[in-house]
């Protein structure tokens, strides 16, 4: 049989999970793989937590090649308006991984069709959106003896046409870091402000010096962010702040930058606590999230493949300041991620992002193709 990959991608669209929390999507990839292996003696599965790893035994293996889809969703309320919208309300796939796990599903049919002389392993993992599953996986030795000599994996880009794979041969998303801070001082009457210690003064003050942070501490050829998306203090207008809360990131294409920008983060929260007689805490939540860098030479062997391909469009694109958990993963084992073009008025993590459902026959087609050329 053949899988009907639109309808794959529509039920998986409609059942979209927190990071860990993937149990129906888990149990629905579970029931594909299945059917694409039953006959298949090569080909063997494991589980991990929610995650799913398939390993299909090459005939006379030297190396084994893995390819990564991850399968969570997002805390994002829907509003396609679509007839297979999101059954799960303030859950979409805003960020494409049903078109991720879609094209991983239809490559793994493709490369079940025949034994391979090299091993093949498919990853379905989770949690890339919260709590770097990829990471996790690795540190707790699910891959066993089945870690793949080399890595591939996809994004989907809304801005680039249908036909489109756009990469690097160097780093290709940004590592990111997330920050929480919060500033304590003393609550009061706002008829008294000289008995009280206001912490939403301070951490207005925080959030418009670390801006200088980009402006001043961060070579402008090399570039960074630093945003902070989220500030919550006091209750109501006539009574002063005890307590104020940060919630942001710092997003670099190098670890080394990463590092400088989170001690400046430490020492300015410092010195303004510090200057206004408050106590603060800083949490920097790094993990998993390293900046995807891409293997040279597998990057170019891959882009000298596609650009040969008919009907694919090859991008030699700049480092986006988007984050990715599949760097950290990069990080222990050599490979390329690249850019799947999808073709949406929507931007990544937008309650109406609406990739083109053409980009999966095209990226399974042109995919498969690479992939037996690495397995064969």
Partial sequence: MTLDLIQI????????????????????????????????????????????????????????????TDI??????EHTGLPFSSRHDGRMHACGHDIHMTVAL???????????????????????ENEAGGMLMYQDNAFGDWLPD????????????????????????????????TFTGKGGHAAFPHEANDALVAASYFVTQVQTIVSRNVNPIEGGVVTFGSMHAGTTNNVIAETATLHGTVRTLTQEMS?????????????????????????????????????????????????????????????????????????????VMFWLGVDSPYALHHPQMTPDERAIPFGVNAISRFLKDRAD
Wanted: hydrophobic share 40%; net charge negative; proline share 6%.
């Fill in 9 to 68: 991608r529509r039920d998986l669209h409609q059942i979209p999970e927190i990071g860990l929390e993937e149990f129906k999507t888990q149990s629905y990839l579970l029931d594909k793989i299945e059917m694409i292996i039953k006959t298949k003696p090569f080909i063997s599965f494991r589980t991990w937590r929610t995650g799913i790893i398939v390993f299909i035994k090459g005939f006379a293996p030297e190396r084994t090649v893995g390819w990564r």
């Fill in 72 to 77: 969570d969703g997002l805390p994002v309320k």
């Fill in 106 to 128: 239809g490559l793994l049919e493709k490369m079940a069709e025949t034994q391979p002389k090299h091993n093949l392993l498919f990853l379905f993992q989770p949690a890339e």
């Fill in 150 to 181: 080399e890595f591939y994996g996809l994004h989907v880009r809304p801005d680039f046409p249908v036909g489109t794979i756009a990469t690097n041969t160097g780093t290709l998303f940004a590592g990111t870091c997330e920050v929480f801070i």
């Fill in 259 to 335: 590092l400088l920008i989170q001690q400046r983060l430490r020492d300015l929260a410092d010195g303004i606590a510090k200057s206004f007689g408050l106590s603060v805490e800083v949490e920097l939540k790094q993990g998993g999230y390293l900046p995807v860098e891409n293997n040279p030479s597998l990057a170019r062997h891959l882009m000298t493949f596609f650009d040969e391909e008919e009907g694919v469009t090859l991008v030699d694109c700049l480092p986006a300041m988007t984050g990715e958990d599949f760097g950290y993963l990069l990080h222990q084992v050599p490979g």
